[in-house]
């Protein structure tokens, strides 16, 4: 079946700094992989997309890239601020699979 | 900007009850979702609805769970009879369209089961 995984379950950074987080995939049929960031007691919030045309889109802050031939995923954050301390999720979906199949997330701390 | 609401924010409930959880999608959102995360887990899909009916199901969601949307702008989650593993974040999640496309979160019922 398909699976979504992220490398390290948590990650801690300075504020200021740039924080990369990796997600991996086993489903090569995937074509829209979005990234959610899920902050406590919350649910999971919409950062940034890619489709697999693409392997680079930038958004405020965040950058997300694509390496379909490794089917690796990643997000960068830029400048790393107290509020984006949260857990990460990576997700992806496939043709006409409404669901998206989620990681299992990578806690980021940044510390001021 | 419009977002998926969801209630109650906590529900407690003993084990065998039936419990239902609402949601109120974005309104010209034409897909459904509900995923629950298991407290320090992932979030995991249960069951997709358009159209009046289920797209797509996990196996997770058994004979125990259904779905609903009983008027125009509800969409409900019934689970007939709790069992202490049910006890979960449920969210409910909608998009415009089917596959590709963002999909909205909720921000979750917390279910315990007792």
């Known amino acids: 079946g398909e699976s979504v995984g992220l490398h390290l379950p948590t990650l801690s950074v300075q504020e200021g700094d740039n924080s990369i987080i990796n997600c991996a995939y086993s489903n090569s049929a995937s074509d829209y992989f979005i990234w959610y960031k899920q902050e406590s007691g919350k649910g999971p919030q919409f950062i940034i997309d890619i489709r697999s045309n693409m392997d680079k889109r930038q958004g405020q802050r965040v950058t997300v890239l694509l390496n379909k031939t490794v089917k690796h995923l990643s997000l960068q954050i830029a400048a790393t601020q107290p509020g984006d301390s949260a857990v990460y999720f990576c997700?992806?979906?496939?043709?006409?699979?409404?669901?998206?199949?989620f990681g299992d997330g990578t806690t980021l701390t940044v510390k001021p | 900007e419009p977002e998926v609401t969801q209630t109650p924010s906590h529900q407690v409930t003993q084990m065998g009850q039936e419990v239902i959880l609402r949601c109120v999608p974005i309104?010209?959102?034409?897909?459904f979702y509900w995923y629950r995360q298991i407290l320090g887990q992932k979030v995991e899909f249960l069951v997709s609805?358009?159209?009046?009916?289920?797209?797509?199901k996990s196996e997770i969601f058994d004979d125990q769970f259904s779905v609903e949307r009983p008027d125009g702008s509800n969409f409900t989650l019934k689970i007939r009879s709790t069992k202490l593993e049910d006890s979960a974040m449920y969210f409910c999640?909608?998009?415009?369209?089917?596959?590709?496309?963002?999909?909205?979160f909720g921000p979750g019922t917390r279910l315990l089961v007792l």
């Open positions: 609805f358009y159209n009046n009916e289920i797209s797509e």
């Open positions: 309104s010209n959102h034409l897909y």
């Open positions: 997700a992806e979906s496939s043709g006409n699979a409404g669901k998206s199949t």
């Open positions: 999640a909608s998009s415009v369209k089917r596959g590709g496309e963002t999909q909205y």
